[in-house]
């Protein structure tokens, strides 16, 4: 139903959190550029349990590859530098939910090209840069989920 996009993730427990999530709500995973870490890790594995051999995996070798493999009108990309919340989208099946690495987020020039599909998921008191990655994909996905199940 959605297509969640991980480029370059470096901690392979929340990949694998991510993987489990997906595995819960028929989201595909798709794992752009390096990895910090190998598919094979365990704390992959321990973190997807065993549900890791459920995952709908994708290896996208680059984000112009991710891009051309889908409309980027549905491309929607999240970053802590986004100033538009997650919630001001009307949300699809096949949407594309794209998220950067722990350190880094997104590279900037992604998130300006990205314009009114830039979002941010609000952080009220200032008091940290971002969210841990998979909280923040459990959050995305599940309002986009809630609007096209009309929950």
């Known amino acids: 139903m959605f297509h969640v996009a991980l480029w370059e993730p470096e901690i392979a427990a929340n990949t694998g959190n991510v993987g489990r999530l ?4 028929g989201a595909t995973l798709h794992l752009i550029g390096g990895l910090g870490f190998q598919l094979h890790d365990r704390a992959v594995r321990r973190a997807g349990l065993d549900y890791w051999s459920e995952v709908q995996l994708v290896r996208q070798a680059s984000l112009a590859e991710l891009e051309g493999d889908f ?8 970053s802590a530098r986004a ?34 599909r830039a979002l941010c998921v609000p952080m009220p008191t200032g008091k940290v840069r971002s969210l841990n990655l998979a ?17």
């Open 22 to 25: 997906c595995v819960a709500t």
């Open 83 to 116: 100033t538009r919340p997650y919630t001001c989208v009307s949300y699809q099946a096949g949407d594309v939910l794209l998220f950067g690495s722990e350190s880094r987020g997104l590279p900037p020039e992604v998130v300006a090209r990205s314009g009114e």
């Open 135 to 151: 909280n923040t994909v459990a959050i995305v996905l599940y309002e986009a989920l809630r609007q096209v199940n009309a929950w």
């Open 71 to 78: 409309p980027t009108e549905r491309l929607f990309c999240f």
